[in-house]
């Protein structure tokens, strides 16, 4: 049954890739190296798949009127990110494990996607941390709205909130995220 569901959740996955269009020279060197990674022979979903890495699923949430953004203050990596994290074994998919993250980190119960498919993808370094060694995310991101502004952070999250997409790069956030807003710019 388990390794049903893993060869599923890598046809599925791989069947998302391939339609994502990238939009440079990096999103096109992620993907290639999202799709060797979904072709390796050890579970590329599992958290315990350190070489290079794991795929990660994570969501940018639209307000109810697409003027703002959600982010949490990552607790471990002292940022304003997306929500977001490591798919669970139970996750039907990578879209599943997103929208969950939503609602560990935020309290968001009622998303709806707000384009189909993969919304933007993104390789990055986790430094070592107890007894894990530095490895990569791969993150698949998704593009939601949520019908209500209600949030509560939760699980990693320190903090949540609504930004306004326009002043996104005035808070304390990274590059990857600037991207996706840049990207979120021209789609909404």
Do not use: C
């Amino acid at each position: 049954m388990l390794n049903n569901r893993l060869e599923m959740r890598r046809k599925e996955l791989k069947n998302q890739l391939e339609q994502m269009k990238p939009l440079n020279s990096t999103e096109q060197g992620y993907l290639r190296r999202m799709m060797e990674l979904l072709d390796g022979e050890k579970d590329p979903f599992s958290r315990h798949h350190f070489t290079p890495g794991h795929f990660t699923a994570s969501s940018f949430v639209l307000s109810p009127d697409q003027r703002s953004i959600l982010l949490i203050y990552h607790g471990k990596l002292h940022r304003w990110l997306q929500p977001g994290g490591h798919i669970d074994p139970d996750d039907t998919s990578v879209e599943a494990a997103a929208q969950r993250e939503v609602l560990e980190e935020t309290g968001v119960t009622e998303l709806h996607l707000h384009q189909q498919g993969i919304f933007d993808i993104d390789i990055h370094e986790i430094p070592p941390l107890r007894d894990d060694p530095g490895h990569e995310h791969f993150d698949v991101r998704f593009l939601f709205q949520a019908t209500s502004t209600i949030i509560k952070a939760g699980s990693d999250a320190k903090d949540a909130r609504w930004t306004l997409v326009e002043d996104v790069n005035e808070v304390e956030s990274d590059p990857s995220v600037m991207r996706a807003i840049q990207k979120l710019i021209g789609t909404t």
